[in-house]
């Protein structure tokens, strides 16, 4: 993603991106943090830079996962869509990351089917989550408190529960690594009208 001309932090975020993604919680999120003035890396988790999407679409990202070190980043975004969570699932790079994040207090966001990964990890016992409706079990079975938010913090956990509310986790996102007027003056320009 090309950097925003004018940067409002120091703070990067990285958005993994593993084929079969559902394409708009990812892009989403990337087209509202570069308005916010936050820089965004697109990164492959697979073996080739291009990625197609669950619904056909390919694009290209920024670099692989496997050039960047993710230690380097202010907050992480799982975005979700079959395969696509299975795919990030199935990386190693990735479970290890979602879990260094979470055991040491370092932000992570997921949306849609992503945040089972953390469950399914254990990490989610006792911390507030929502996911897609198909995924809520098992949220539950990693012993989250669920929700039926759009958008539900639980101090570095950030979850979401799927493409119609990608904006809203977007938005929230600029909220943590900005504050409540960026967040205000980004609606405005996107006309959010909620």
């Known amino acids: 993603m090309p950097t925003p001309d004018h940067l409002t932090t120091d703070a990067k975020v990285a958005v993994l991106i593993a084929e079969g993604l559902e394409e708009i919680e990812a892009l989403a999120v990337v087209d509202l943090l570069y308005r916010a003035g936050i820089a965004v890396d697109m990164l492959a988790v697979g073996d080739d830079i291009e990625v197609t999407s669950s619904h056909r679409i390919t694009f290209r990202c920024d670099a692989l996962l496997a050039a960047a ?83 539900v913090i639980d101090g570095d956990l950030l979850t979401s529960r799927g493409m119609a509310t990608a904006v809203d986790l977007g938005l929230e996102i600029v909220r943590f690594l900005l504050d409540d007027d960026a967040v205000d003056a980004l609606k405005k320009s996107v006309v959010y009208q909620r």
Do not use: H, M, Q
Not at 81 to 95: D, E, F, M, Q
């Open 69 to 151: 070190d993710l230690s380097d980043y202010a907050l992480v975004l799982l975005p979700g869509g079959i395969p696509g969570t299975l795919n990030l699932k199935s990386t190693r790079a990735v479970t290890d990351e979602v879990t260094r994040r979470l055991e040491s207090g370092l932000p992570l966001a997921a949306i849609c089917a992503a945040p089972s990964i953390p469950a399914e990890l254990g990490l989610l016992s006792g911390r507030r989550a929502t996911a897609n409706p198909a995924f809520i079990d098992a949220l539950e079975k990693g012993g989250a408190r669920v929700s039926r938010d759009s958008v």
